[in-house]
RNA sequence: CGGGGCGUAGCGCAGUCUGGCUAGCGCGCUUGGUUCGGGACUAAGAGGUCGGCGGUUCAAAUCCGCCCGCCCCGACCA
């Protein structure tokens, strides 16, 4: 491609409008343009990214049997209903209505339609397993957008669901496919982590994400510091690390402690550590009112509640709520003569205390001395309800937990028969009988992944593609295009690179040399080759590396050849990092 | 949804507090000339519903009200 016929447009200034480097670039380099909040359009050089990542995508669920397939992105309220999501996804889905006034929903996944084509088409066990997946656009009216494209409204995903008649077959599958995306990952050079992870709306058992390390506020992981354990929050069961034993009072005694009604400020009044305190948390769940004990220095997951607990919506009580129910003010909660019938949750935390602070059930006291094991009555719920902290201790192997921030960019569920159940769809296995099919699900933030690869591989000049992503491999600047001599030798190389299937950009633009050098670093192609007449005139070429700076001269006679192996040496380099694929057993 | 910030030429911004000539600056763009290894120099130009609507005023980018949009933090989140 000639730069003057490409349409480039690279902008000298930071855009007000992004703040994370990957957006800026992507939005300075000219790949991607927003429309509003969450609404992206892909330019050239961005569609021509992101169609490099889709065809990895393609190559390697080709590799596992997986079939394409291109579902509607319009989708009916009545097919949302019958697996019971059009009132559970609530304010995210983008609803509208047809002219004669029907519900229907832009589809922000896809697991409702899928599941209709399986059941109708497919009847017996012979027929399965079955994978299918597609490269579709997917709408969510997210809360709150941001990152340019890592959290969008449209975004596109590549989502794939199997269907088998075994466990065991669904599981081997499950593995293949966190391994397709594990080579996914690798081949466009992201690092990753492939993390346990909490099931969410989507349901099901076992589930992993894929989370690139990086962009804060998005995804929490814990990673332990000695062996391969990685969780995301909500998942995690970090050990309790540390436990507590002060000013021990050996027997139940009330105290003063006006307007104390923080863990921050009881502590700091009685003069004790927070982790000597049982916090008294009032939740809302499904309608009912439950209360949440927990040691003070940690906080109530209410991922874990809601999965402990089987219930669908939750939410932190409001102050008159607490009142009503238990007539106490926040703050002054406490396990301690509670209505009966209450239901009471104790996170295992509760039990490091021999005895703790809590609550007197009135304003302005609490009780010294409670015994969690022996003034607990009633009938307790025990279980692990906290958010996993720094330092905790890894389940597996008891070294500290280390928490770090990151994002989600791929997400495999075994879904067993949540929807097939919900839908119906089942077929005859091998014992004549009718049966749910058993289901997997597979993600991949498909326009996500771009920026995370622009956010890994940049720097303060611009992005530093790797070259399987890069939206072109090479590009060649001569310094004075217009000089004839330059020219010939630019015009020369270039046609004999695009005759050896290079993707290559010939920059034959009438500007000074240093805005073409800028551009290319902006934009990042992984190989620049310069024409110049200080090099033409010892008959060399010059071979820059944008990840690494590194240049060398070539001499013309040996340039095509050399750019030849150095292009699928980069290549070589990337392929060393992906693992094997994982043979069907 | 709560908190904060912003909206003036294609892009980045000043001007708003303290109302007052024809609304500025840099980049980019157009034309001519000189340049050509890291966002050149020079001369001449084009380009504006000051986010929108309403109000106050002799006079509004500037003050007041309502609305819209974008960004950041939080809540939320396959």
Redesign the pocket.
């Known amino acids: 491609m000639r730069a003057t016929k490409m349409f480039l447009c ?11 480097d990957s ?1 800026i670039l992507l939005l ?1 380099a000219g790949f991607i343009r ?1 429309f ?4 992206f359009a892909y330019l050239p050089l961005g569609l021509k990214s992101l169609k490099k990542i889709e065809n990895i995508i393609r190559e390697e669920h080709s590799f596992i049997g997986a079939q394409e397939t291109q579902l509607s992105i319009l989708q009916t309220r009545e097919l949302w209903e019958e697996a019971g999501r059009w009132d559970v996804y609530g304010d ?1 889905l983008f609803r509208l209505k047809d002219r004669k006034d029907r519900d229907l929903c832009l589809g ?3 697991e409702e339609p899928i599941t209709d084509i399986v059941r109708n088409m497919i009847k017996s066990y012979r027929e399965l397993p079955v994978a299918l997946y597609q490269i579709q656009t ?1 709408f ?1 009216d ?7 494209l890592i ?1 969008c409204r449209e975004f596109l ?1 590549k ?1 794939m669901y199997s269907f088998h008649e075994t466990k065991e077959d669904l599981e081997k599958f499950y593995k293949q496919v966190a391994r397709c995306y594990e080579r996914i990952f690798s081949r466009l050079n992201l690092t990753y982590y492939k993390v346990e ?1 909490d ?4 349901g099901g058992s076992a589930n992993h ?1 894929f989370v690139v390390p990086g962009l ?4 929490q992981v814990f990673m332990c510091s000695k062996c391969n354990y990685k969780a995301t929050s909500e998942k995690a069961s970090g050990k309790i690390s540390e436990i507590p034993l002060e000013k021990v009072e050996e027997s139940i005694r009330e105290v003063y402690t006006p307007q104390a009604n923080s863990i921050e400020k009881l502590a700091n009044f009685l003069d004790i550590k927070p982790s000597n305190i049982i916090k008294t948390m009032v939740f809302i769940a499904d309608d009912q009112p439950i209360v949440v004990l927990i040691r003070g220095d940690y906080e109530v997951n ?2 874990k509640l809601i999965n402990n607990l089987n219930i669908s919506e939750l939410r932190v009580a409001t102050g008159e709520e607490v009142i009503r129910y238990f007539s106490s003010p926040i703050g002054f909660l406490g396990p301690k003569n509670l209505p009966a019938l209450t239901t009471l949750l104790a996170d295992e935390s509760v039990f490091t205390l021999k005895y703790g602070v809590v609550g007197a059930n009135k304003e302005d006291y609490h009780l010294l001395g409670f015994n969690p094991h022996k003034d607990l009555t009633g009938s307790i719920i025990k279980g692990n309800y906290r958010s996993t902290k720094n330092d905790d201790l890894c389940p597996l192997c008891e070294a500290p937990l280390k928490e770090i921030k990151g994002m ?1 960019v791929g ?1 495999v569920f075994n879904l067993g028969t949540k929807y097939s159940k919900a839908m119906k769809a089942t077929f005859t296995n091998r014992e004549g009988t009718e049966q749910s099919f058993l289901m997997g699900c597979y ?1 991949i ?1 498909v326009s996500r992944s771009l920026q995370s690869v622009a956010e890994e591989h940049h720097d303060e ?2 992005l530093q593609w790797p070259i399987s992503v890069a939206p072109y491999e090479l590009v060649i600047i001569p ?2 295009y ?1 000089k004839p001599d330059q020219k010939n030798a630019a015009d020369q190389l270039y046609q004999k690179l695009l005759s050896l299937n290079f993707e290559v950009v010939l920059d034959d633009r ?6 073409k ?6 934009i990042g192609y992984p190989i ?1 080759v ?6 033409l005139a010892k008959g060399v070429i ?1 071979v ?1 590396l944008r990840k690494d700076g590194s ?1 060398e001269l070539i001499s013309q006679e040996e340039i095509a050849n050399y750019l030849l192996h150095l292009k699928t040496r980069l290549f070589k380099e990337i392929e060393e990092t992906v693992p094997p694929l994982l043979t069907i057993g």
């Open positions: 690279t902008l000298r200034e930071d855009p007000a409008e992004a703040e994370v957006h300075r927003q509003a909040a969450g609404v995210i922000p996944t896809h997917k969510r997210e809360a709150r957008p941001r990152f340019g959290r995903m989502d992870a099931p969410g709306v989507i994400e804060s506020g998005e995804s209410e991922a989600e997400h993600g933030g000049n611009g310094i004075d217009q009438e500007i000074t040399a240093g805005v050098f800028k551009d290319a670093d902006l620049r310069t024409i110049s007449p200080r090099t010059e820059k240049s």
